[in-house]
């Protein structure tokens, strides 16, 4: 259990900042996506990157309970789902994560939401 504190008092922020940037820079986002579609390095970057993380979180704590600290558990499997499409069959993830500009303002909430439970259980649990 100490591990998935730890995890979710450093993600839990991470994720709530950069949810909220998502929703309130909505336009600057948009420019850092199309940056990243068009640069096949940077987004090779990212998902050797989000593998890592994610192997990192489920090598820490890979524990299915039935409590907020699955969300970790969760974390780390969607990290390594993202790093591995991203190496793989980017053009699938960049069609189904980046093709709509108003679904990816609507993506910000999950990472907001998903923060603020994190940043919840670790520091108020």
Partial sequence: MQNALWLASIFG???????????????????VINSIK???????MSGWMSLLLGLVIVSQYN???????????????????????????????????MGKPSWCKMMGIIPFVWGLLL????FYM
């Fill in 13 to 31: 922020p991470l994720l709530a900042i950069v949810g909220l940037w998502m929703l309130l820079y909505h336009e600057n986002m948009m420019k």
């Fill in 38 to 44: 068009s640069t096949p390095a940077l987004f090779y």
């Fill in 63 to 97: 524990v299915w309970t039935a409590n907020l600290a699955v969300l970790i558990t969760l974390l780390g499997w969607a990290l390594i789902i993202r790093g591995i499409l991203s190496l793989f069959i980017p053009q699938l993830l960049i069609k189904l994560t």
């Fill in 119 to 122: 940043c919840w259980f670790a």
